[in-house]
């Protein structure tokens, strides 16, 4: 008997697991059929150049400014594998993965994958109830990387779609920046950026 419960209640969180999913796959396709908001430029990405020394381990910072009432996001965006090492944000869980950042409220992860053979960095999640939507400038994601050799990558994002909280699209455009890496480059001293706790 203890074994066939043990069957039900996997039966059961796998189901929930899938409609946790479909939810969520839901509210990101009807980001792409709801009009747009009435907002002023939405940027996403990396804003300052960075330049680092071969063998050093930069925090990226993935930034959002000038958003209203963003409730939900999915981002697409790739560095140069050549030259970078993604380093894991959470090794508790398998693959390689990004960090949150602080300007929403951890949620409903769809997505957290980064792929060290292509340099393809893809997250999507979004806020649950009863976080509201956030307005103003922050930083959605931090990227983890150690430089492998000198030379120069785009922080390119191939795609970024937001929505608030009704699933009503936020026009936005993406931001690259470029990392050098160099000799004789001083060593990152900064404090770490902050990121939610994985768990």
């Known amino acids: ?16 697991r899938k409609s946790l999913f479909l939810i969520i796959l ?11 908001l009435a907002q002023g430029d939405v940027e996403v990405g990396v804003f300052e150049p960075i330049t680092t020394s071969p063998g050093s381990r930069i925090e990226v910072p993935i930034e959002i400014r000038g958003v209203q009432d963003l409730y939900a996001f999915d981002l697409e965006m ?26 929403l409220d951890a949620g409903l992860l769809l997505f957290n994958d ?10 999507a999640m979004s806020q649950m ?3 509201e939507g956030k307005s103003g400038d922050g930083i959605l994601l931090v990227l983890y990387l150690t430089a492998k050799t000198t030379g120069e990558s785009a922080l390119t994002v191939n795609s970024i779609t ?11 455009s993406g931001v690259e920046a470029v990392v050098t890496v160099a000799e004789g480059v001083a060593a990152v001293t900064s404090t770490s950026i902050p990121v939610q706790d994985p768990t």
């Not at 839901?26 to 747009?36: D, T, W, Y």
């Not at 560095?79 to 894991?88: M, N």
């Open 78 to 103: 790739q560095f140069d594998p050549a030259i970078f090492d993604a380093e894991d944000a959470d090794p508790n869980m398998q693959g390689i993965q990004t960090a949150l950042g602080t300007f």
């Open 114 to 123: 980064v792929n060290p053979e292509t340099g393809l960095v893809r997250f």
């Open 162 to 172: 937001l929505s608030d909280r009704g699933g009503v699209a936020i026009p936005s």
């Open 26 to 36: 839901v509210i990101f396709c009807s980001m792409m059929l709801q009009p747009a």
């Open 1 to 16: 008997p203890g074994l066939d419960a043990m069957r039900t209640l996997n039966r059961k969180f796998g189901l929930m």
């Open 129 to 131: 109830n009863p976080s």
